[in-house]
């Protein structure tokens, strides 16, 4: 497949444990973006990866979220101790370049915390 | 000062109709205006961008209009279709030097009545 894919695609966890969603974007793809969709919201920007540049972790909501990107490739967004409120569609986005490039969005995961 | 104002939040349309949905920003740094179209359940799709160096952009029944001094832009669907029912989400971002992450307006829900 050529676009971004994301895994799992859906994913239900008692409140307080650990989760790990992972995505593989576009093959070249510099830039690599993280969103959080609550429900009929709109698209809360987390965190942003551009090449071997420091992230811009300024989205990112509490120090229970984080994320990494290996090899400037695949990346892992990591949310420790999920709370209730956690529960959301998770959208991973890659462009060429960043900035005004386009940016090609996964089918998101859904993750639920009960 | 990185936010994207979007209105309306919902938007009913008789078929054939003009669909318009506003946008403002307050960074005069941002210089890529794009439209994203998002379906449920399918992660958001480029629809039309623009840059501020031009004041109208159109794309068959899809026009942005651009106002540079106050600081918005406009999506206008022309002969609105049922077909074009989804969540449409404008976005601004830092082109230059292709660095720049993508910052969302909240999204507007259009619905388009046959």
């Known amino acids: 497949g050529a676009g971004v894919s994301q895994s799992p695609s859906n994913k239900v966890t008692e409140k307080g444990k650990d989760v790990e969603l992972r995505c593989d974007p576009i093959s070249g793809h510099t830039a690599l973006y993280w969103y959080r969709q609550s429900l009929g919201q709109g698209l809360e920007f987390l965190i942003y990866?551009?090449?071997?540049?420091?992230?811009?972790k300024s989205g990112l909501p509490s120090d229970r979220f984080s994320a990494e990107r290996t090899g400037g490739s695949v990346s892992t967004l990591t949310i420790q101790r999920t709370q209730q409120e956690d529960s959301a569609v998770y959208l991973c986005?890659?462009?060429?370049?960043?900035?005004?490039?386009?940016?090609?969005f996964g089918q998101g995961t859904r993750l639920t915390v009960v | 000062q990185q936010q994207v104002k979007q209105s309306p939040q919902s938007l009913i349309v008789q078929k054939g109709g003009i669909s318009i949905i506003n946008c403002a920003y307050e960074n005069t740094a941002f210089d890529y205006f794009p439209w994203y179209q998002q379906f449920p359940g399918k992660g958001p799709a480029l629809l039309i961008a623009i840059r501020p160096d031009v004041s109208e952009k159109k794309e068959g029944r899809f026009t942005i209009s651009f106002n540079k001094s106050a600081k918005q832009f406009s999506l206008h669907i022309m002969d609105s279709q049922p077909g074009d029912s989804a969540t449409y989400f404008c976005?601004?971002?830092?082109?230059?030097?292709?660095?720049?992450?993508?910052?969302f307006g909240q999204g507007t829900t259009l619905q388009v009545k046959p």
């Open positions: 990866f551009q090449g071997n540049s420091a992230p811009d």
């Open positions: 976005a601004a971002s830092i082109g230059s030097g292709n660095t720049g992450k993508l910052i």
């Open positions: 986005a890659s462009s060429k370049q960043g900035g005004n490039t386009e940016a090609f």
